[in-house]
């Protein structure tokens, strides 16, 4: 039997691979993981948590302006530096955490980026080092589209990073991150526009989310244009930008301060030495793989975004966990991706399970949808005019709820615990049997009874 320096040896430390990386070390596996940025990747260093950092920031705002109501009163004052400062000591002490973490559980932490010398061997910071097997999990990278002056703009790495805060910012694109971007730096201050060239934000979700989500933002002043694409970017002499957009076939210009692109992701798979190893990519770069993760070469595995399945860091996790058990767990551990919870965290936020009642339609070809808005009890004394919507999905058949989705305050904690039923495939009568929490807006999920029957 040929003898390998690591039997597993994991490409990127982010998390889905640190995971795979300690699960593996766990079961007694020699493991090894190169990281040519930061330890922590996407999520930890430049997305989920500094993200929700600047998303708490920007709630600030409203909160102190809502608390005149309840007999505070207070200053609102902002400094964009001192969020950043602080955000950066915290992104710091979590890549701290997970080199100890890795270090704890045996790994070899390399710094440094790593190549596919051939299928078992990988070239990092000048070594060469054998693997019975390796793990893909180099994660995405913002995509900017190729338009004139594209350079000009930022994406959503530039944007932990900026010198100060932009007083008026185009936000390019209508998925998780623009939504995201354009709630935060509105919180904070900037006057915001968003462009996305659809007929709604947030493609693939349910529309009456979209609809809602979209009113809202554009409630809380931000300038939502659809069908709008950017048409070029110029550095004006003032040191602001150019911006030629066009909104369903009207050409215009705008000047801004920054520009973002949040118009996708894109699979690191670039000069990794996959096809060299015989690894298949498809046209949008991704690993292929199967349902073990596992990849046409049959001991090199991938996991988290750079698959292109379900780009949500807790599948990264469970993918990573479910290969390292596979490996050397003694079981092998097929990754479910269905009925994964979704949130949103713009402002204010989305959370959703499930089937879109357009996708349940399809399905079932009759389904009974349950729904209702109102204004969170919060905001009654204040007298802020915003609205949470909240909606079930059914079966018209067999009565399971098949799809639960919220837009409104803490829609993504709540939705976690929505998700457990929806996975578990209780029916409706199940939720209506259930004694509410009152007063909460969760208690909607429990208590909806208006009903409309829709048949494909």
């Known amino acids: 039997m040929p003898q390998f320096d690591y039997d597993l040896f994991v490409i990127g430390a982010g998390s889905g691979g640190v995971r795979a990386a300690r699960v593996a070390a766990g079961f007694g596996a020699r493991v090894a993981i190169a990281e040519s940025y930061r330890p922590g990747g996407t999520c930890v260093i430049r997305g989920c948590v500094p993200k929700k950092l600047l998303v708490y920031a920007a709630h600030f705002r409203e909160d102190l302006e809502d608390a005149a109501a309840y007999g505070w009163s207070a200053q609102a004052d902002f400094s964009w530096p001192t969020l950043i400062a602080n955000k950066d000591r915290e992104i710091a002490r979590l890549?701290?955490?997970?080199?100890?973490l890795l270090k704890t559980a045996g790994v070899t932490l390399f710094?440094?980026?790593a190549v596919l010398a051939d299928a078992h061997t990988v070239e990092v910071a000048g070594h060469l080092c054998s693997a019975r097997h390796v793990l893909i999990a180099t994660g995405g990278t913002p995509v900017r589209p190729e338009v004139p002056g594209a350079d000009f703009a930022i994406t959503s790495n530039e944007?932990?990073?900026?010198p100060e805060l932009p007083a008026c910012v185009l936000v390019v694109g209508g998925g998780y991150i623009a939504t995201e971007f354009g709630g935060i730096f509105r919180g904070l201050g900037s006057r915001v526009t968003i462009a996305y060239r659809g007929e709604q934000i947030l493609r693939g979700f349910d529309d009456d989310v979209r609809r809602h989500l979209h009113d809202e933002l554009v409630r809380k002043g931000i300038d939502?244009?659809?069908?709008?694409?950017?048409?070029a970017?110029?550095?004006l002499t003032d040191g602001r930008l150019g911006v030629t957009v066009c909104t369903a076939g009207r050409l215009e210009r705008m000047e801004m301060d920054a520009v973002l692109f949040a118009t996708g992701r894109r699979p690191v798979t670039a000069?990794?030495?996959l096809e060299a190893a015989?690894?298949?990519?498809?046209?949008?770069g991704a690993v292929v793989v199967d349902e073990y993760s596992r990849s046409s070469v049959p001991h090199i595995h991938a996991v988290g975004d750079v698959t292109n399945r379900v780009a949500l860091t807790p599948v990264a996790i469970r993918e990573g966990a479910a290969v390292a058990t596979t490996l050397f767990g003694g079981r092998p551990v097929p990754m479910d991706h269905r009925l994964v919870p979704h949130a949103v965290f713009s402002q204010p936020p989305v959370g959703t399970v499930g089937l879109t009642e357009a996708g349940a339609l399809e399905v079932f070809g009759e389904v009974d949808v349950y729904s209702a808005t109102f204004r969170p009890l919060k905001y009654t004394l204040s007298g802020r005019n915003e609205r949470t919507l909240v909606k079930l999905v059914v079966d018209g058949a067999s009565q399971r709820v098949v799809g639960a989705h919220m837009v409104g305050p803490d829609a993504p904690e709540i939705i976690q615990g929505i998700a457990i039923a929806v996975k578990a495939g209780l029916t409706k009568d199940q939720f209506d049997a259930t004694?509410?929490?009152?007063?909460?807006?969760?208690?909607?999920?429990?208590?909806?009874?208006?009903?409309r029957t829709v048949r494909r």
């Open 159 to 162: 944007a932990f990073q900026l």
């Open 278 to 284: 015989g690894v298949a990519v498809d046209d949008a």
């Open 435 to 451: 004694v509410a929490v009152h007063p909460t807006a969760a208690e909607e999920f429990v208590t909806l009874r208006d009903r």
């Open 111 to 113: 710094d440094g980026r």
């Open 95 to 100: 890549e701290d955490v997970y080199r100890s």
């Open 271 to 273: 000069d990794l030495g």
């Open 224 to 231: 939502v244009r659809l069908q709008c694409e950017v048409r």
């Open 233 to 235: 970017i110029e550095r």
